[in-house]
């Protein structure tokens, strides 16, 4: 392969004629730099084109260029879907191949980037390839040279937090260079894993984030802020408790220095301390979603010495029901949440981060503590059996089959198996410990290694750190005896000032979709506008009108103040919106103007639309919660406080879902409540796992119908709740979320809520249809021990679906358990005649194995049943005839003729049983 002369086929002229105008900065910093290019490493192939040779770096040999550059550069398709639409970042493009396949050939991508630290390598591609669809492309981002790698987030952010990311390298370039290009690479995927973490999780969940936040701050006077507490466990150990499945061989230990150290401990740690009679100072959570109260479910009802530190957009479920000694918000530097910081005076504020450990270590630093220790902190796996520690409530097998495994350094130097998602949180924590100057220990037995931190067994740094017993809960307590609550009213006055704005927004929004849509209409009408080649085309009212649409729209877009509040409910619509101008785009430089107006004002009018709904959102939310704490604030401030008051204040309470509050003032009620009251206790009693007392107070309520119905109501309401959290979260489609023993649990309170008579709820019968299906699969292909796991569980409401005791029997007489097998199907025809079509079956089965005897058992109990089906007559003959009762079989076909006449089954089994005694 020939070496390949610049000279004869320079594209330099023309790339570089595109770079001064499309891409100014990189032009000026070649110009700058004056920098030689790789000319001798060029090679002809034999199809023509040029391609590198690059050095080998630890042979010194120069690598072999391929025969066809362009197959080469077709593994990066095998990465990237075809209908892929999000982000490609290439680590190194070489002289651009790569690049230019993946433009060409997954023209739906949102962006590509190309990070290329050779400067040389970039002045040697502009050379030698024709890249003028990359330069001129305004989908294609170049970051050459020396990274700027906060240039580089800004560009990739908005694709990367909300759609696929895939990371593609150029190879040779690693063997030649190989620290500065797998440098480059591990900050690049760092970086891009961190985004996608968060940004897939505000995607997913934003919002999620945003009712959960408003639902929570119904309880802003029955919170405290971290300011209280700043600082007061100065220079003292700190043990940080996560849940890995590690954690159980720290327990022993950790309970011999519990009085040495502030004990934080994530909410899924609670159980396993709890199993070991350990009580931490602070349980943390952070979750948003419904099933988290699980973690916390066995201990709500109870009034708990710890203090519990929760993050204002996590569910509201665990901090408006588990009673702590104190409850915390914890603040972070959040866009939506920043004016509401801003209004209640919050100083101290925790890192970002989204997973609860890091909760817990954003709040030992505002704590003071130090050191810091990590047990539990496994971020990989590290058992064979489980990914949490034992008695943890949400236990998932470990290693999932559907999860991407990586490897990762553990803190004893043996390789061990994580996920992108694990590794995403362990980077996120390296980067809060490099920003945070403390000592930190990693005690986990059997974890992650955590850069910044140093290794050592709890016992040693027991030995080093904690030589000096305190009562942590009397500091907490001191503490806060003098502390400044949050300023509730301040937060009212400034949410009445935003909801003004938003009024006024709303107005202008509706405004603009009312010029867009005259504008829109005017263009159909006008047939002449086709003709039209750019604005100065435009008549004179058109042009008046179209200045108006985009005054508005600017106006719209400034309005950051607000957008940012709005932030978790828009996150999608950015990248939409990115989508849909790219698009448009296209449609001006095929030079239709008009094609592009009309396509540009629809997509104005399509995201104010969107922004209509979602202020009217913010709105009804913000509105909700600043009616609650003015009406709580008349409520608590009242003169003297009658029965009347606290029942008004119970009702607000459970009105807002605050159960906690709500139980404290049952025992202040009056002596003969009114019905009313009596649900609405029933009811909070309920919402806090206290069945018994809920039952009492249901029973207290007048027997006449109208109280019996809303009785059944009000039972039936909290059923759906949870029923509703099992069917959002828990997938038997989805090993990772099928959770038997969260099954088991839900569908126990719900059989425990709903009473005899009680029609069947909607979510019950959706949640076993998703379930029967994935059932029965499991039962042919042999997973017996899931089958029974689930089924177990839904025998907690078998008395409201019958269909469960039938699919019991069908696993127990698989298995071999005929009695108890029949006994469930008896059960279940007892409840639902329908459900002894299974006695069929298990008939056709002994028929076909040859025990006539026990088929005809079968299909009489069908029969019976089901008198209507005849065909278990005919079924019954052919048996009889097979064990030589042929007057029995003679009975059973005329019986199923004098059903139905003509049944050909029965005639044929006639015949049979003649032509048996002619030949006898």
Not at 110 to 119: R, W
Not at 223 to 236: C, H, M, R, T, V
Not at 567 to 592: F, I, P, V, Y
Request: glycine residues 4%; proline residues 4%.
């Amino acid at each position: 392969m020939s070496s390949y002369k610049i000279s004869m086929n320079n594209y330099w002229n023309s790339n570089i004629e595109i770079l001064a105008r499309h891409r100014p900065r990189i032009f000026k910093l070649i110009q700058a730099r004056q920098t030689a290019a790789l000319s001798e490493f060029l090679r002809e192939t034999a199809c023509g084109d040029v391609s590198l040779a690059l050095p080998n770096q630890q042979q010194n040999l120069v690598t072999d260029p391929p025969v066809d550059p362009w197959q080469e550069a077709a593994v990066h398709l095998e990465i990237i879907p075809p209908d892929a639409t999000g982000l490609a970042v290439f680590v190194g493009m070489g002289l651009g191949y790569g690049p230019l396949l993946v433009q060409r050939k997954r023209p739906d991508l949102a962006k590509i980037v190309i990070l290329e630290p050779s400067l040389e390598l970039f002045i040697t591609a502009l050379q030698a390839v024709d890249l003028s669809s990359l330069l001129e492309s305004a989908k294609i981002n170049f970051h050459i040279g020396d990274i700027n790698f906060d240039d580089f987030e800004k560009n990739v952010e908005q694709v990367a937090a909300v759609d696929d990311t895939s990371v593609l390298r150029y190879l040779p370039a690693f063997s030649w260079q190989p620290e500065l290009y797998g440098n480059l690479s591990n900050r690049a995927y760092d970086l891009l894993n961190r985004i996608n973490v968060a940004g897939s999780t505000t995607s997913k969940m934003g919002a999620d984030f945003f009712k959960n936040r408003f639902a929570n701050l119904t309880l802003l006077r029955h919170q405290n802020s971290l300011d209280a507490i700043k600082g007061i466990f100065a220079e003292k150990p700190a043990v940080l408790v996560a849940a890995g499945p590690s954690l159980n061989q720290s327990l022993a230990t950790l309970g011999q220095l519990a009085d040495r150290c502030v004990i934080i401990a994530v909410d899924s740690a609670l159980s396993p301390l709890l199993r070991h009679n350990i009580i931490p100072d602070f349980v943390t959570t952070l979750d948003m979603v419904n099933m988290n109260f699980e973690k916390i479910a066995p201990f709500v009802g109870q009034n708990w010495p710890f203090s519990l530190v929760s993050v204002a957009k996590g569910t509201p479920m665990i901090p408006k029901r588990l009673a702590a000694r104190h409850h915390f918000f914890a603040f972070h530097r959040d866009l939506p949440q920043l004016w509401m910081m801003e209004a209640l005076d919050i100083r101290t504020i925790v890192p970002p981060g989204f997973a609860v450990s890091q909760l817990s270590l954003g709040l030992a630093l505002a704590i003071g503590a130090d050191p810091i220790i990590f047990i539990g902190q496994d971020l990989a796996y590290t058992a064979d059996d489980s990914d949490h520690a034992a008695g943890t409530v949400i236990a998932g097998k470990a290693i999932p089959a559907s999860k991407e495994k990586l490897p990762v350094q553990g803190i004893n130097g043996r390789q061990l198996v994580t996920t992108r998602d694990m590794l995403g949180q362990k980077k996120i924590t390296e980067d809060i410990i490099s920003a945070s100057p403390a000592n930190y220990i990693n005690a986990t037995v059997a974890g992650a290694h955590i850069e910044g931190t140093t290794v050592l067994n709890l016992a040693q740094a027991g030995r080093s750190y904690m030589h000096t017993d305190f009562d942590a809960g009397a500091i907490i307590d001191a503490a806060l005896v003098d502390a400044c609550p949050m300023d509730v009213n301040e937060f009212v006055d400034q949410g009445r000032r935003i909801l003004c704005k938003v009024n006024l927004l709303t107005g202008k929004v509706r405004k603009s979709l009312q010029a867009v849509n005259q504008l829109s209409a005017k263009l159909k009408k006008n047939k002449k506008m086709l003709a039209v080649n750019d604005f100065a085309g435009l008549p004179p009212e058109l042009k008046k009108r179209f200045v108006v649409v985009d005054r508005l729209s600017k106006e719209l877009d400034s309005e950051d103040y607000i957008w940012e509040q709005m932030l978790e409910l828009t996150h999608g619509l950015l990248r939409e919106n990115e989508l849909r101008q790219t698009k448009n785009q296209d449609l001006l430089s095929k030079k239709s103007f008009v094609a592009w107006l009309q396509a540009e004002l629809k997509r104005v009018a399509w995201i104010n639309n969107k922004r209509l709904k979602y202020l009217i959102q913010y709105k009804t939310e913000l509105g909700r919660v600043i009616a609650h704490l003015e009406r709580e604030e008349k409520l608590l401030n009242k003169k003297s406080i009658s029965r009347n008051i606290v029942e008004d204040l119970l009702l607000l309470y459970r009105q807002s879902e605050d159960y906690r509050l709500a139980v404290e003032l049952v025992e202040q009620v009056s002596k003969q409540p009114s019905p009313e009251i009596c649900i609405a206790i029933a009811e909070i009693y309920g919402a806090l796992l206290d069945f018994d007392s809920a039952d009492r107070w249901w029973q207290k309520v007048s027997f006449a119908e109208k109280w019996q119905k809303k009785v059944q109501k009000s039972r039936m309401t909290q059923a759906e709740q949870w029923l509703a959290t099992a069917n959002d979260f828990l997938d038997p489609e989805d090993p990772d979320l099928i959770f038997p023993q969260l099954l088991e649990k839900i569908l126990t309170r719900t059989a425990r809520l709903l009473v005899t008579g009680c029609r069947t709820p909607e979510s019950l019968q959706k949640l076993w249809k998703k379930y029967s299906p994935k059932i029965m699969e499991w039962i042919s292909s042999g997973n017996y021990e899931l089958a029974a796991d689930v089924l177990t569980a839904w025998q907690k409401v078998a008395d409201i679906i019958p269909e469960i005791n039938s699919m019991l029997a069908r696993l127990l007489l698989t298995t071999g358990h005929y009695d108890q097998g029949l006994a469930a199907l008896n059960e279940a025809v007892k409840m639902d005649p329908s459900q002894a079509l299974l006695w069929e079956e298990i008939g056709d089965a002994l028929s076909d194995s040859g025990d006539f005897s026990g088929a005809i058992a079968a299909y009489e109990q069908c029969f019976l049943a089901l008198p209507d089906k005849m065909d278990m007559l005919w079924k019954m003959g052919d048996n009889y005839l097979r064990t030589e009762k042929n007057e029995a079989a003679r009975e059973a076909y005329m019986s199923a003729l004098k059903k139905k006449p003509g049944c050909r089954e029965a005639e044929q089994g006639l015949h049979k049983l003649q032509t048996i005694i002619n030949n006898a």
